[in-house]
């Protein structure tokens, strides 16, 4: 009996402990514990995670997964569902949530490109008291919040962001602090005040400047990025080359021993292609010497093919450059050139002849595919051409292993390491006009366009290198035929300065926004919003034949006076060598640009070429384009490898971008006084 009581006793003391357990175990059940939310560190989850820990977390720990989510609806582009919940944190918030508020609000006002908005509220923030992944994430902002324009506060964000990233990220900000140097200005680099202590600053700004001293040698490059690694070797990029530098350092020559020609020989095209030609032999040769296109120098061409000298005693009458007016300029020896940044660029000399093979296939006899075959077969090293851009076109689309030099661009460039593309065309002059206007400090320009493709194309070109630049909304303008234009100006009705914004894809309108280092859709644009110019115009860029200019210009002075302090400038469509006094009176003002040739930087070359061309100058164009076209041709590995390798040609000071499209900065004239002198 004793012994059964005592179980029983037993018993019934341990009955209410398990009783206990096994409450609590439901009561866990029933509201499982939210783990812990770290707003300091990454936040790599999905937003549909994050969410779900708010609405299971107690009021203590809620704004934590908030903000995280916020961060990961930025990250997959839910851009008003991350706004929305930004605006319901609560008021009372500790001061790590608010820094990273705040650090949020910036990246979330970056993907809704908002940039001022962005750069106001980094500038609250207490960089000490961030984590190191909030301190990355906080210079990216400011990367991207300056949109890729280049500044000492940006390349101090790089230089510091750069210790806090992985190795993937870290040769990305290596290639982004790069692209900011070379971005800079030599006014920009004059102008630099930096602390005793930024090391690394001052090795990158040594890079650049021996990157800048022999960059058109690379032999002497790579000797010199040697030596710098020896002297910096805590520099990021002495244990990482930028991207750019590295394929210096790998550079190889291509070979010009043997050259495809690839031009149309027959049909309409053949003149064109005559004249290319004409150009390509006569550099090849040794027959064309080049001085400085930027400093153009009195030049004359004959009045007849026929007339050995010219006989008028106008010095402008025949396409000369007179520099009346103008300080006399100096011809710069090779080794001195530079671009308008004070940046050296490499001088033409070519050789006096070359040993190479130039073979000539005819793109109007067979398709491109089997030219180029055959063109391999043949032992081409390198292919110069196609001309026409449908053949241009099929490049793209087909492949072959020899380097090509394009004579012409699609409309859609895609960037082939093995091919570039050299064109004259008008939308690469249209973008040198909008710098050139734009370093005139002028900010509100109209664009007078002939009505059609043609116009519309110069317009768009010159609107999205506006914007680049900074610039706002450009307006354009479309005129008919010159019966019309007469019509007009008989009936006293003059060109006033207005006209339809043109409508382009902005820089600050990408497609895509970086943040924290990923890349995320934009947004899209307001479909119904539309830009304004503000301000009155002050320039206008007119696109013109000389006939169409001699009445647009008197228009323009009938509708605001010939003193309304407007700046006028035209492209190389509106400049026909030979014009006479009273046209060059009647422009008086006015600027334009051509290429070099043409503006006076060889004038025995030019008389010969006008000469041999009876004066047609569009086809001297095109011959100074088959000259400059051998010597791209000779420095092809250059453009196609080496970043900031320019060259002065006779077409104008040749530069590749990214995607190997050559670019031509042209030397600007003016009418002044009844004579034309160069713009300094």
Same mark, same amino acid.
């Given at each position: 009996?004793?012994?059964?009581?005592?179980?029983?006793?037993?018993?019934?003391?341990?009955?209410?402990?398990?009783?206990?357990?096994?409450?609590?175990?439901?009561?866990?059940?029933?509201?499982?514990?939210?783990?812990?939310?770290?707003?300091?560190?990454?936040?790599?989850?999905?937003?549909?995670?994050?969410?779900?820990?708010?609405?299971?977390?107690?009021?203590?720990?809620?704004?934590?997964?908030?903000?995280?989510?916020?961060?990961?609806?930025?990250?997959?582009?839910?851009?008003?569902?991350?706004?929305?919940?930004?605006?319901?944190?609560?008021?009372?918030?500790?001061?790590?949530?608010?820094?990273?508020?705040?650090?949020?609000?910036?990246?979330?006002?970056?993907?809704?490109?908002?940039?001022?908005?962005?750069?106001?509220?980094?500038?609250?923030?207490?960089?000490?008291?961030?984590?190191?992944?909030?301190?990355?994430?906080?210079?990216?902002?400011?990367?991207?919040?300056?949109?890729?324009?280049?500044?000492?506060?940006?390349?101090?964000?790089?230089?510091?962001?750069?210790?806090?990233?992985?190795?993937?990220?870290?040769?990305?900000?290596?290639?982004?602090?790069?692209?900011?140097?070379?971005?800079?200005?030599?006014?920009?680099?004059?102008?630099?005040?930096?602390?005793?202590?930024?090391?690394?600053?001052?090795?990158?700004?040594?890079?650049?400047?021996?990157?800048?001293?022999?960059?058109?040698?690379?032999?002497?490059?790579?000797?010199?990025?040697?030596?710098?690694?020896?002297?910096?070797?805590?520099?990021?990029?002495?244990? !990482?080359? &930028?991207?750019?530098?590295? @394929? /210096?350092?790998?550079?190889?020559?291509? =070979? *010009?021993?043997?050259?495809? $020609?690839? +031009?149309?020989?027959?049909?309409?095209?053949?003149?064109?292609?005559?004249?290319?030609?004409?150009?390509?032999?006569?550099?090849?040769?040794?027959?064309?010497?080049?001085?400085?296109?930027?400093?153009?120098?009195?030049?004359?061409?004959?009045?007849?093919?026929?007339?050995?000298?010219?006989?008028?005693?106008?010095?402008?009458?025949?396409?000369?450059?007179?520099?009346?007016?103008?300080?006399?300029?100096?011809?710069?020896?090779?080794?001195?050139?530079?671009?308008?940044?004070?940046?050296?660029?490499?001088?033409?000399?070519?050789?006096?002849?070359?040993?190479?093979?130039?073979?000539?296939?005819?793109?109007?006899?067979?398709?491109?595919?089997?030219?180029?075959?055959?063109?391999?077969?043949?032992?081409?090293?390198?292919? !110069?051409? &196609?001309?026409?851009?449908? @053949? /241009?076109?099929?490049?793209?689309?087909? =492949? *072959?292993?020899?380097?090509? $030099?394009? +004579?012409?661009?699609?409309?859609?460039?895609?960037?082939?390491?093995?091919?570039?593309?050299?064109?004259?065309?008008?939308?690469?002059?249209?973008?040198?006009?909008?710098?050139?206007?734009?370093?005139?400090?002028?900010?509100?320009?109209?664009?007078?366009?002939?009505?059609?493709?043609?116009?519309?194309?110069?317009?768009?070109?010159?609107?999205?290198?506006?914007?680049?630049?900074?610039?706002?909304?450009?307006?354009?303008?479309?005129?008919?035929?010159?019966?019309?234009?007469?019509?007009?100006?008989?009936?006293?009705?003059?060109?006033?300065?207005?006209?339809?914004?043109?409508?382009?894809?902005?820089?600050?309108?990408?497609?895509?926004?970086?943040?924290?280092?990923?890349?995320?859709?934009?947004?899209?644009?307001?479909?119904?919003?539309?830009?304004?110019?503000?301000?009155?115009?002050?320039?206008?860029?007119?696109?013109?034949?000389?006939?169409? $200019?001699? +009445?647009?210009?008197?228009?323009?002075?009938?509708?605001?006076?010939?003193?309304?302090?407007?700046?006028?400038?035209?492209?190389?469509?509106?400049?026909?060598?030979?014009?006479?006094?009273?046209?060059?009176?009647?422009?008086?003002?006015?600027?334009?640009?051509?290429?070099?040739?043409?503006?006076?930087?060889?004038?025995?070359?030019?008389?010969?070429?006008?000469?041999?061309?009876?004066?047609?100058?569009?086809?001297?164009?095109?011959?100074?384009?088959?000259?400059?076209?051998?010597?791209?041709?000779?420095?092809?590995?250059?453009?196609?490898?080496?970043?900031?390798?320019?060259?002065?040609?006779?077409?104008?000071?040749?530069?590749?971008?990214?995607?190997?499209?050559?670019?031509?900065?042209?030397?600007?004239?003016?009418?002044?006084?009844?004579?034309?002198?160069?713009?300094?």
């Amino acid at each position: 009996m004793l012994s059964s009581l005592i179980v029983r006793t037993k018993s019934g003391r341990i009955i209410p402990v398990v009783l206990a357990a096994m409450l609590m175990a439901a009561c866990s059940g029933q509201a499982p514990q939210t783990p812990a939310a770290n707003i300091q560190a990454e936040a790599s989850a999905s937003s549909e995670y994050y969410l779900q820990q708010m609405q299971q977390s107690s009021d203590d720990n809620k704004a934590d997964w908030q903000l995280l989510a916020i961060r990961s609806l930025i990250r997959e582009g839910k851009l008003p569902q991350a706004a929305e919940l930004l605006g319901k944190l609560p008021q009372e918030l500790t001061d790590v949530q608010r820094q990273e508020q705040l650090l949020v609000s910036a990246e979330l006002s970056i993907a809704q490109k908002n940039m001022p908005n962005a750069s106001a509220i980094l500038a609250k923030l207490n960089v000490d008291s961030l984590s190191n992944s909030q301190k990355a994430r906080y210079y990216q902002a400011v990367i991207d919040a300056s949109q890729g324009k280049a500044s000492l506060p940006v390349i101090r964000a790089y230089i510091a962001q750069e210790p806090l990233l992985n190795d993937k990220q870290r040769l990305q900000n290596i290639n982004g602090t790069w692209a900011a140097l070379t971005q800079l200005t030599q006014a920009d680099l004059n102008s630099l005040v930096i602390n005793a202590d930024e090391n690394i600053l001052q090795g990158w700004l040594d890079l650049l400047r021996l990157y800048q001293d022999n960059k058109q040698d690379p032999s002497l490059l790579k000797a010199a990025i040697k030596d710098w690694q020896t002297r910096y070797p805590n520099n990021p990029a002495s244990k !990482v080359l &930028p991207t750019a530098l590295d @394929n /210096v350092l790998n550079f190889k020559q291509a =070979s *010009t021993s043997s050259v495809a $020609l690839l +031009l149309p020989l027959n049909g309409q095209a053949q003149v064109f292609a005559n004249a290319i030609q004409a150009g390509f032999n006569a550099a090849k040769n040794g027959v064309i010497t080049q001085s400085a296109p930027s400093q153009p120098q009195p030049a004359a061409a004959p009045d007849d093919a026929n007339a050995a000298q010219p006989t008028s005693t106008d010095p402008n009458a025949n396409g000369a450059v007179s520099t009346s007016g103008a300080a006399p300029v100096a011809e710069a020896t090779p080794a001195a050139q530079t671009d308008a940044d004070g940046m050296p660029v490499a001088p033409i000399v070519p050789p006096s002849a070359s040993n190479a093979q130039i073979k000539v296939y005819d793109t109007s006899s067979q398709p491109l595919p089997a030219l180029l075959a055959q063109a391999k077969q043949d032992g081409a090293t390198l292919v !110069v051409g &196609p001309l026409l851009k449908e @053949n /241009v076109d099929q490049l793209s689309a087909g =492949s *072959t292993p020899l380097n090509v $030099l394009a +004579l012409n661009q699609p409309e859609q460039v895609q960037n082939n390491p093995n091919i570039c593309y050299f064109a004259l065309s008008p939308e690469n002059e249209a973008r040198d006009a909008a710098k050139h206007i734009w370093e005139q400090g002028k900010r509100t320009p109209l664009i007078l366009t002939p009505r059609g493709s043609l116009g519309d194309r110069v317009a768009k070109a010159f609107a999205q290198e506006w914007q680049q630049l900074g610039g706002s909304t450009v307006l354009q303008q479309g005129f008919g035929s010159t019966g019309e234009l007469r019509q007009s100006i008989n009936g006293g009705t003059g060109i006033r300065m207005t006209g339809q914004p043109v409508m382009v894809a902005s820089a600050s309108q990408p497609q895509s926004v970086t943040i924290a280092g990923l890349t995320i859709p934009a947004p899209p644009a307001d479909a119904g919003a539309v830009s304004t110019s503000s301000g009155k115009v002050d320039a206008v860029y007119i696109i013109a034949t000389p006939a169409e $200019l001699t +009445l647009i210009k008197p228009m323009i002075d009938l509708a605001n006076g010939s003193h309304s302090g407007l700046g006028l400038y035209a492209s190389s469509r509106s400049y026909q060598a030979g014009s006479g006094p009273d046209f060059r009176l009647e422009m008086d003002g006015l600027q334009f640009s051509d290429i070099p040739l043409l503006a006076g930087s060889n004038p025995a070359l030019l008389q010969q070429a006008a000469s041999q061309f009876k004066n047609d100058y569009s086809l001297v164009r095109l011959y100074a384009m088959g000259a400059d076209a051998w010597v791209l041709a000779n420095h092809f590995s250059q453009m196609r490898q080496i970043g900031g390798f320019q060259l002065n040609g006779s077409t104008g000071v040749l530069s590749a971008d990214s995607n190997c499209v050559i670019n031509r900065k042209l030397p600007w004239l003016q009418y002044r006084a009844g004579s034309i002198v160069p713009m300094q």
